[in-house]
Protein backbone atom coordinates (compact mmCIF):
# COMPACT_ATOMS: atom_id res chain seq x y z
CA UNK A 1 0.00 0.00 0.00
CA UNK A 2 1.22 3.31 -0.86
CA UNK A 3 0.12 6.56 -0.59
CA UNK A 4 -0.68 8.71 2.44
CA UNK A 5 -2.31 7.12 5.66
CA UNK A 6 -5.71 9.13 4.60
CA UNK A 7 -5.39 7.44 0.92
CA UNK A 8 -4.84 4.24 2.72
CA UNK A 9 -7.53 4.18 5.02
CA UNK A 10 -9.82 5.41 2.31
CA UNK A 11 -8.59 2.04 0.45
CA UNK A 12 -9.64 0.03 3.51
CA UNK A 13 -12.95 1.76 3.82
CA UNK A 14 -12.28 3.46 7.35
CA UNK A 15 -12.60 6.57 5.98
CA UNK A 16 -14.86 8.35 2.96
CA UNK A 17 -13.29 10.71 0.83
CA UNK A 18 -15.05 13.78 2.97
CA UNK A 19 -13.41 12.44 5.61
CA UNK A 20 -9.77 11.60 3.88
CA UNK A 21 -10.01 15.51 2.19
CA UNK A 22 -10.43 17.02 5.55
CA UNK A 23 -7.72 15.50 7.34
CA UNK A 24 -5.36 16.39 4.56
CA UNK A 25 -6.39 20.25 4.70
CA UNK A 26 -6.01 20.07 8.27
CA UNK A 27 -2.34 18.18 7.98
CA UNK A 28 -2.10 21.32 5.57
CA UNK A 29 -3.14 24.15 7.84
CA UNK A 30 -1.24 22.84 10.98
CA UNK A 31 1.77 22.84 8.54
CA UNK A 32 1.21 26.36 7.13
CA UNK A 33 0.64 27.62 11.35
CA UNK A 34 3.91 25.90 12.32
CA UNK A 35 5.74 27.29 9.31
CA UNK A 36 8.64 25.60 8.17
CA UNK A 37 10.83 26.01 11.21
CA UNK A 38 8.15 24.02 13.12
CA UNK A 39 8.12 21.38 10.72
CA UNK A 40 11.48 20.65 10.70
CA UNK A 41 11.64 21.06 14.50
CA UNK A 42 8.86 18.15 14.81
CA UNK A 43 11.10 16.07 11.93
CA UNK A 44 14.16 16.36 14.22
CA UNK A 45 12.16 15.17 17.20
CA UNK A 46 11.08 12.03 15.49
CA UNK A 47 13.82 11.18 14.38
CA UNK A 48 15.63 11.61 17.78
CA UNK A 49 12.82 9.75 18.97
CA UNK A 50 13.75 6.91 16.21
CA UNK A 51 17.31 7.29 16.74
CA UNK A 52 16.78 6.40 21.07
CA UNK A 53 14.75 3.76 19.97
CA UNK A 54 17.26 2.60 17.89
CA UNK A 55 19.97 3.11 20.64
CA UNK A 56 17.93 1.33 23.50
CA UNK A 57 17.50 -1.66 20.86
CA UNK A 58 21.36 -1.85 20.54
CA UNK A 59 21.74 -1.52 24.18
CA UNK A 60 19.19 -4.67 25.00
CA UNK A 61 21.08 -6.04 22.23
CA UNK A 62 24.10 -6.26 23.59
CA UNK A 63 22.89 -6.98 27.47
CA UNK A 64 21.13 -9.97 26.16
CA UNK A 65 24.10 -11.45 24.21
CA UNK A 66 26.37 -10.45 27.49
CA UNK A 67 24.32 -12.40 29.57
CA UNK A 68 24.13 -16.00 26.72
CA UNK A 69 27.59 -15.46 27.12
CA UNK A 70 27.81 -15.54 31.06
CA UNK A 71 25.44 -18.14 30.74
CA UNK A 72 27.51 -20.40 28.31
CA UNK A 73 30.50 -20.10 30.95
CA UNK A 74 28.18 -20.86 33.85
CA UNK A 75 27.55 -24.20 32.05
CA UNK A 76 30.98 -24.68 31.46
CA UNK A 77 32.34 -24.46 34.36
CA UNK A 78 29.66 -26.78 35.90
CA UNK A 79 30.27 -29.31 33.11
CA UNK A 80 34.38 -29.12 34.28
CA UNK A 81 33.10 -29.27 38.09
CA UNK A 82 31.06 -32.42 36.87
CA UNK A 83 34.21 -34.29 35.25
CA UNK A 84 36.54 -33.42 38.66
CA UNK A 85 33.89 -34.97 40.98
CA UNK A 86 33.58 -37.89 38.59
CA UNK A 87 37.48 -38.21 38.06
CA UNK A 88 38.28 -37.75 41.69
CA UNK A 89 35.93 -39.93 43.56
CA UNK A 90 37.22 -41.38 47.28
CA UNK A 91 38.17 -45.10 46.28
CA UNK A 92 37.86 -48.09 48.50
CA UNK A 93 35.73 -48.59 51.22
CA UNK A 94 34.93 -45.58 53.14
CA UNK A 95 31.66 -46.77 54.24
CA UNK A 96 31.30 -48.04 58.22
CA UNK A 97 29.66 -47.87 61.57
CA UNK A 98 30.31 -44.04 61.82
CA UNK A 99 27.85 -41.25 61.37
CA UNK A 100 28.86 -37.81 59.90
CA UNK A 101 26.81 -35.42 59.51
CA UNK A 102 27.13 -31.88 56.83
CA UNK A 103 25.05 -29.42 55.53
CA UNK A 104 22.90 -29.88 52.11
CA UNK A 105 21.93 -26.89 50.33
CA UNK A 106 18.70 -26.85 50.90
CA UNK A 107 19.55 -26.94 54.69
CA UNK A 108 18.73 -30.42 55.88
CA UNK A 109 21.33 -31.91 57.72
CA UNK A 110 22.12 -35.74 56.05
CA UNK A 111 24.48 -37.71 57.29
CA UNK A 112 26.76 -40.53 55.56
CA UNK A 113 28.12 -43.70 57.16
CA UNK A 114 31.71 -44.08 57.25
CA UNK A 115 34.89 -46.13 58.64
CA UNK A 116 37.85 -44.39 60.94
CA UNK A 117 39.72 -43.49 58.28
CA UNK A 118 37.74 -41.71 56.13
CA UNK A 119 36.49 -40.25 59.09
CA UNK A 120 39.91 -38.58 59.63
CA UNK A 121 40.27 -37.71 56.20
CA UNK A 122 37.31 -35.67 56.62
CA UNK A 123 38.06 -33.82 59.84
CA UNK A 124 41.73 -33.59 58.87
CA UNK A 125 41.04 -31.80 55.19
CA UNK A 126 42.31 -35.16 53.16
CA UNK A 127 38.75 -36.12 52.21
CA UNK A 128 35.83 -33.15 50.81
CA UNK A 129 31.99 -33.97 50.09
CA UNK A 130 30.65 -31.90 47.43
CA UNK A 131 27.27 -31.85 46.17
CA UNK A 132 25.95 -31.04 42.17
CA UNK A 133 22.78 -28.73 42.26
CA UNK A 134 20.55 -31.90 41.99
CA UNK A 135 21.64 -33.11 45.60
CA UNK A 136 23.71 -35.88 45.31
CA UNK A 137 27.11 -36.05 46.99
CA UNK A 138 30.31 -37.63 46.53
CA UNK A 139 33.29 -38.07 48.65
CA UNK A 140 36.18 -36.10 46.91
CA UNK A 141 40.01 -35.97 46.95
CA UNK A 142 42.16 -33.01 48.57
CA UNK A 143 43.35 -31.66 44.99
CA UNK A 144 39.90 -31.78 43.39
CA UNK A 145 38.59 -29.88 46.35
CA UNK A 146 40.83 -27.40 46.26
CA UNK A 147 40.46 -26.89 42.11
CA UNK A 148 36.61 -26.98 43.01
CA UNK A 149 37.30 -23.65 45.50
CA UNK A 150 38.59 -22.14 42.56
CA UNK A 151 35.88 -22.97 40.28
CA UNK A 152 32.72 -22.85 42.33
CA UNK A 153 32.37 -23.02 46.38
CA UNK A 154 29.10 -24.07 46.62
CA UNK A 155 29.40 -27.43 45.26
CA UNK A 156 31.74 -27.96 48.59
CA UNK A 157 29.34 -28.85 51.29
CA UNK A 158 32.54 -29.49 53.64
CA UNK A 159 36.31 -29.61 53.49
CA UNK A 160 38.61 -28.56 56.34
CA UNK A 161 41.26 -27.16 53.86
CA UNK A 162 41.42 -23.72 52.99
CA UNK A 163 40.17 -21.29 55.23
Not at 20 to 44: I, T, W
Not at 51 to 60: C, F, L, N, P, V
Not at 99 to 124: H, K, W
Request: glycine share 10%; aromatic share 4%.
Amino acid sequence: MGGTLGDQLLKLGLVDEKQAKKAKHDERQSKKRKGRSGVEKDRAERDATARDRRQTTRESDRKRELDRNESKADQETQNRIQQIVASSRVTGRTGGRRRFYFEARDGRVPLIEVNDDTMAGLEGGRIAIAEDPHGSTTLITREAAERIADLDGTWLRLWNGRS
